[in-house]
C-alpha cells in the first residue's frame, strides 16, 4: 500500500506540472492576434538510441518540442519509450516524460534543467530466481552545453541518482540535443 502511494504521489506531481505547462502554454497563445506566430516559436526535437551486440539489444524513441520565449529561454515537454533485452536473463521496458528549461546566457552556452520521470518495467528470465519489479523512478538533470545553432553538446548531472533503481548507469551522461 505504501508503494502504491509512492507511485500515485509522484504520478500526481506529473500531471501537476504537465497541466501547469499546458495553462501556460495556452496563456502565451491568446496573446498572440496570429496562431501562426505561436508555432514559429515552437521548436522540435528529440533523441533515438539503438545499442545491440552478445544476446542483447536496446532502443530508445524520445521526441521533445520547446517553446521559444526568446533568444535566452526555452521550456519544453518530451515522452521517451526503452526496451531492453538481454537472452536469457531479463525483458525492461522504460515509459516516461520530461519537462527541460533551456538558459543560454550567452549565445555558445546552454544551461539545462531537466526533471525526468519513469515508469520501470523489468521482467527477470525464471532462471534467474528474481522477483519481477515494477516502480516509478525520477531523475533532475542539471546540464551545461556548447551551443551553435540548432545543436548544443554538453554534459549533465542527474541530481537525484540512486544507483540500485535508477536506469542510468551513471549520473553524469554525455548528451547531444538538437531543436529544428
Not at 515552437?42 to 517553446?67: D, E, H, K, M, Q
Not at 516516461?96 to 533551456?102: C, F, V
Given at each position: 500500500?505504501?508503494?502504491?502511494?509512492?507511485?500515485?504521489?509522484?504520478?500526481?506531481?506529473?500531471?501537476?506540472?504537465?497541466?501547469?505547462?499546458?495553462?501556460?502554454?495556452?496563456?502565451?497563445?491568446s496573446?498572440?492576434?496570429?496562431?501562426?506566430?505561436?508555432?514559429?516559436?515552437?521548436?522540435?526535437?528529440?533523441?533515438?538510441?539503438l545499442?545491440?551486440?552478445?544476446?542483447?539489444?536496446?532502443?530508445?524513441?524520445?521526441?521533445?518540442?520547446?517553446?521559444?520565449?526568446?533568444?535566452?529561454?526555452?521550456?519544453?515537454?518530451?515522452?521517451?519509450?526503452?526496451y531492453?533485452?538481454?537472452?536469457?536473463?531479463?525483458?525492461?521496458?522504460?515509459?516516461?516524460?520530461?519537462?527541460?528549461?533551456?538558459?543560454?546566457?550567452?549565445?555558445?552556452?546552454?544551461?539545462?534543467?531537466?526533471?525526468?520521470?519513469n515508469?520501470?518495467?523489468?521482467?527477470?528470465?525464471?532462471?534467474?530466481?528474481?522477483?519481477n519489479?515494477?516502480?516509478?523512478?525520477?531523475?533532475?538533470?542539471?546540464?551545461?552545453?556548447?551551443?551553435?545553432?540548432?545543436?548544443?553538446?554538453?554534459?549533465?548531472?542527474?541530481?537525484?541518482?540512486?544507483?540500485?533503481?535508477?536506469?542510468?548507469?551513471?549520473?553524469?551522461?554525455?548528451?547531444?540535443?538538437?531543436?529544428?
Amino acid at each position: 500500500m505504501k508503494n502504491l502511494e509512492s507511485i500515485l504521489r509522484n504520478y500526481s506531481l506529473f500531471i501537476i506540472v504537465f497541466c501547469f505547462f499546458t495553462l501556460q502554454l495556452t496563456a502565451q497563445e491568446s496573446t498572440y492576434s496570429n496562431k501562426s506566430d505561436f508555432w514559429s516559436h515552437v521548436r522540435f526535437g528529440g533523441g533515438i538510441g539503438l545499442s545491440f551486440g552478445n544476446n542483447f539489444f536496446s532502443g530508445t524513441l524520445a521526441p521533445s518540442a520547446i517553446y521559444q520565449f526568446n533568444q535566452q529561454f526555452a521550456l519544453g515537454v518530451g515522452l521517451s519509450g526503452t526496451y531492453n533485452a538481454q537472452k536469457y536473463y531479463y525483458k525492461s521496458t522504460v515509459l516516461g516524460g520530461s519537462i527541460i528549461g533551456l538558459f543560454n546566457p550567452i549565445n555558445e552556452v546552454q544551461i539545462s534543467a531537466e526533471f525526468e520521470e519513469n515508469n520501470v518495467n523489468i521482467n527477470w528470465d525464471s532462471r534467474t530466481g528474481l522477483a519481477n519489479q515494477n516502480y516509478w523512478y525520477p531523475s533532475l538533470f542539471l546540464g551545461v552545453g556548447y551551443h551553435t545553432r540548432n545543436v548544443t553538446v554538453g554534459i549533465r548531472y542527474d541530481v537525484l541518482y540512486n544507483n540500485k533503481k535508477s536506469t542510468y548507469a551513471d549520473p553524469w551522461m554525455p548528451f547531444i540535443r538538437v531543436y529544428f
